[in-house]
Nanobody
Framework: QVQLVESGGGLVQPGGSLRLSCTASGYILDSNAIMWFRQAPGKEREGVAC????????QYKDPFRDRFTMSRDKAKNTMYLELKNLRPDDPAVYYC?????????????????WGQGTQVTVSS
């Protein structure tokens, strides 16, 4: 059974930073892509970043590539998403997910395994 557990969310002032973690069960990270999505109230879930195990590349959606950084610690079975220069339009629940395939999948309705999410709030 796939388990993904996010942590690291919280309240931060505009311009601040957070590092989100996604810890996976077993050896999921070794051979599967891991995606980060976010969902703000009243909005659709949107893709943020993805690590592809196919070619060990990291991909970002355009709005986030300059401020967000995804990384991996294989020894800890954990993926990270570092959020920098947070803005008032960044608050959302941030999720990690996997479709148990090596390639990135940006269609949330097609992805089978999700964590519970971690809340990011930006406020002064």
């Amino acid at each position: 059974q796939v388990q993904l557990v996010e942590s690291g969310g919280g309240l931060v002032q505009p311009g601040g930073s957070l590092r989100l973690s996604c810890t996976a069960s077993g050896y999921i990270l070794d051979s599967n892509a891991i995606m980060w999505f976010r969902q703000a109230p009243g909005k659709e879930r949107e893709g943020v970043a993805c690590f592809s195990s196919w070619d060990e590349s990291t991909q970002y959606k355009d709005p986030f590539r300059d401020r967000f950084t995804m990384s991996r610690d294989k020894a800890k079975n954990t993926m990270y998403l570092e959020l920098k220069n947070l803005r008032p339009d960044d608050p959302a629940v941030y999720y990690c997910a996997t479709d148990l395939v090596p390639l990135c999948n940006w269609e949330p309705e097609d992805i089978g395994s999700w964590g519970q999410g971690t809340q990011v709030t930006v406020s002064s």
